[in-house]
């Protein structure tokens, strides 16, 4: 079984394997040159992003700075639309609905490393995807953990650290996160 291949299965990979840097040297390279680009201009900044991420749907908004690992793994639904500072470290998928708002300095991460240190000294990772759902507002600052399944209707307050699954028509904040109302759709 290759590196990647384990990556792809969830199983605990070698992140420093030739395949997953070149991977990760292709999104940097695409990201710098949408960072790049003169926020003067959307449709070029639009364009470099549908390069960069493996699907969108119609109204497509990225600002600047945008950083993620891969980039084909990010598949956004229409009316998306992110603020400034969105990294997401994509070496698993990260599947966004319809209708999401993400607020600046926002993370979502789908890699995390061994809790032992032999474990991060041998340079393993292991990649589980996150899903978010349609009609979704991701408030400044949060930070989205591995494996995480947020569901539709849902509120996300500024700074909180999303670790567990969120369900349909709630808002949730704090760290780490947890319910603070159910919404009604």
Known sequence: MTEMD??????????????VATQKARAARLCQEFNQISATDPQQQTAKMREI???????LSVQ????????????????FLSNYNLTILDIAPVTIGDHVMIGPNV????????????????????AQPVTIGNDVWIGGKVTINPGVTIGNN??????????KDVPD????????????????E
């Open 53 to 59: 991420l493996g699907s969108a749907g119609n109204n």
């Open 107 to 126: 993370d979502i991460y789908t890699v995390n490393h061994p809790l032992t240190a032999q474990g991060r000294r041998d340079y393993l990772a292991r």
């Open 6 to 19: 384990k990556l792809r299965a969830g199983d605990w990979y070698y992140f420093l394997d030739a395949e």
């Open 169 to 184: 028509n709630r808002v949730v904040g704090g760290v780490p996160a947890r319910e603070l109302e159910k919404l009604v």
């Open 64 to 79: 600047a700075t945008f950083n993620c690992d891969n980039g084909q793994n990010i598949h956004v639904g229409n009316d």
């Open 154 to 163: 849902v509120v996300i307050a500024s700074g909180a650290v999303v670790t």
